[in-house]
């Protein structure tokens, strides 16, 4: 059951693929020394071209740190980003930034509020030199304009001037722009309204099957990730503790924590909802600056032995396709 697959070897037709993905940040802790806060701590995934991995977990598990390590936002402490093929772990970004975008969770603080619309899509055209001509350059930003949703008239005005949706969109509209192969979706629905939210979630959508974009999309909602996800990784304190095809996760998981998660996804039908039990967590999610030895989950895990204690658990894969990290999947299955 328990058969280990190296999570490095090359898929094919990967578009992204991270391998062994460290990002520390350096705390100083006294006058002499430092401490480091491992936010993201050995993981390893791969994203089909095409396709939509999303991420899912608490706030501060790394989510959001893995996305912009991955863009090198953030450079990397260990690790490599494989980008179709090529290492680019410590190449020049410029490059690959015309490829590769993201979509940042706040559309307000994420747009220059001196800007106009048109100024802030028209950005990284002139960045990249996409345009010959200011007649072209226009062109394509009323192109991008219209593909998120919004008019022409729009792009004379300021970021002040929109609702958080239309923020939003102008932020997609940017990260378009340049006609990317690649967008890390950074939480970019949690600001918004739920009423707005399946709007851009389903413009998402259409715009993936119209350019044939790929997404890491980062979010805490799993009922949101699965709808828009092929595959959903689940992170917890820095660490990769499940990845499966979304349905199987969603229906078959098994990571304790993972159940938990899940266990609190609100489901609309009030007799179904009486029936399901919630799983709660005892005690909150330990320190980064000094996360627990052998599995990071097991201070708060129902299931752990002595083992949790002092081995860490690696991501092994239970059934095609679907990984887990967990020393005591007998146990946790026999309890479901």
């Given at each position: ?34 401490k480091y806060v491992k936010a993201v701590d050995d993981v390893s995934f791969h994203i089909q071209r095409g396709e939509t991995l999303g991420l899912v977990g608490e706030s501060g598990c790394g989510k959001t740190t893995t996305g912009r ?6 450079e990397p402490t260990d690790g490599k980003i494989i980008y179709n093929g090529t290492d680019i772990t410590k190449v020049d970004m410029k490059p690959y930034r015309q490829k590769m975008q993201i979509v940042f969770q706040d559309p307000y ?228």
């Amino acid at each position: 059951m328990n058969r280990v697959k190296d999570m490095n070897k090359k898929p094919q037709n990967a578009l992204i693929e991270v391998q062994n993905l460290k990002q520390y940040f350096p705390v100083r802790s006294g006058l002499f020394s430092k401490k480091y806060v491992k936010a993201v701590d050995d993981v390893s995934f791969h994203i089909q071209r095409g396709e939509t991995l999303g991420l899912v977990g608490e706030s501060g598990c790394g989510k959001t740190t893995t996305g912009r390590s991955v863009l090198r936002l953030y450079e990397p402490t260990d690790g490599k980003i494989i980008y179709n093929g090529t290492d680019i772990t410590k190449v020049d970004m410029k490059p690959y930034r015309q490829k590769m975008q993201i979509v940042f969770q706040d559309p307000y603080a994420s747009l220059d509020p001196r800007m106009t619309v048109g100024d802030i899509v028209g950005e990284p055209i002139d960045i990249n030199k996409l345009a010959g001509s200011k007649k072209e350059r226009n062109d394509i930003i009323m192109e991008m304009l219209q593909r998120v949703g919004l008019s022409s008239e729009h792009a004379n005005r300021y970021p002040h001037e929109f609702s958080g949706g239309q923020r939003q969109r102008i932020g997609i509209a940017r990260a378009l722009a340049v006609n990317p192969e690649f967008i890390v979706c950074d939480e970019p629905i949690s600001a918004l309204d739920v009423s707005i939210q399946a709007q851009i979630v389903n413009m998402f959508e259409d715009l993936q099957e119209k350019m044939g974009l790929t997404y890491l999309f980062i979010a805490h909602d799993i009922s949101v990730v699965k709808h828009i996800s092929n595959r959903i990784g689940v992170m917890y304190l820095g660490k990769l503790v499940e990845l499966a095809d979304s349905h199987e996760l969603v229906f078959h998981n098994v990571h304790p924590y993972t159940r938990s998660l899940i266990s609190a996804v609100p489901i609309p039908d009030p007799a179904s909802s009486r029936k399901r039990k919630r799983i709660i967590l005892d005690g909150d999610v330990p320190s980064p600056l000094n996360p627990p030895s052998g599995c990071r989950f097991r201070t708060r895990c129902p299931y752990a032995t002595e083992r949790c204690k002092t081995e860490e658990p690696k991501l092994t894969e239970i059934s095609n396709g679907h990984y887990v990290a967990c020393h005591n999947l007998d146990k946790v299955t026999a309890n479901s």
